[in-house]
T-cell receptor, first 113, second 114 residues
Framework: DTGVSQNPRHKITKRGQNVTFRCDPISEHNRLYWYRQTLGQGPEFLTYFQNEAQLEKSRLLSDRFSAERPKGSFSTLEIQRTEQGDSAMYLC???????????FGSGTQLSVL | GENVEQHPSTLSVQEGDSAVIKCTYSDSASNYFPWYKQELGKGPQLIIDIRSNVGEKKDQRIAVTLNKTAKHFSLHITETQPEDSAVYFCAAILNSNSGYALNFGKGTSLLVTP
């Protein structure tokens, strides 16, 4: 396993701009999760995919957020019209179907100026 | 959904001492409880987990205990070393609709001083 890979590691943007993050899960992991983590807090669940289907969204995922996993492999998370409150670490995790063990990537640190 | 509370928020111990971190959960149906370690600039790393049909699990210097009646579980680290310094998170399954997505506590920042 090469681990969960996230790109970019850091993103600085101006308020109002759109940003997109990418996550490559561990190969053969059919479940993929997005989390958000702010300073001093635990990761907060945003959404999850089983293969290409997005099966659950948190109420934290506003209309400005959209996630896709078009071929059931990598996933993208897009934030439109970024706000300063969007500044956070965005974490991706994956798991093998039927198991509870989640494996996290190193995250994308977003700073909205 | 599940609510997880974690204490203490910070913990400082001397090298060689033991460290204990405690968590409580709200949903009596929860049956899986992992612990993650997060170092600066990295994502959380699974270090140990326990299922509700087991009361205790050990892996070298790390152990987790579970009290289902009281709905709490604890992480025990013995013979602490400076490299154990990190933020530790407990978690529980968020709800049955979220495909094993986890709800995390707020974390415990552990500092092991030489």
């Amino acid at each position: 396993d090469t681990g969960v890979s996230q790109n970019p590691r850091h993103k600085i943007t101006k308020r109002g701009q759109n940003v997109t993050f990418r996550c490559d899960p561990i190969s053969e992991h059919n479940r993929l999760y997005w989390y958000r983590q702010t300073l001093g807090q635990g990761p907060e669940f945003l959404t999850y995919f089983q293969n290409e289907a997005q099966l659950e969204k948190s109420r934290l995922l506003s209309d400005r957020f959209s996630a896709e996993r078009p071929k059931g492999s990598f996933s993208t998370l897009e934030i439109q019209r970024t706000e300063q409150g969007d500044s956070a670490m965005y974490l991706c995790a994956s798991s093998r179907g039927g198991t509870e063990k989640l494996f996290f990537g190193s995250g994308t640190q977003l700073s909205v100026l | 959904g599940e609510n997880v509370e974690q204490h203490p928020s910070t913990l400082s111990v001397q090298e060689g001492d033991s460290a204990v971190i405690k968590c409580t959960y709200s949903d009596s149906a929860s049956n899986y409880f992992p612990w993650y370690k997060q170092e600066l600039g990295k994502g959380p790393q699974l270090i140990i987990d326990i299922r509700s049909n087991v009361g205790e699990k050990k892996d070298q210097r790390i152990a987790v205990t579970l009290n289902k009646t009281a709905k709490h579980f604890s992480l025990h680290i013995t013979e602490t070393q400076p490299e154990d310094s990190a933020v530790y998170f407990c978690a529980a399954i968020l709800n049955s609709n979220s495909g094993y997505a986890l709800n995390f506590g707020k974390g415990t920042s552990l500092l092991v001083t030489p």
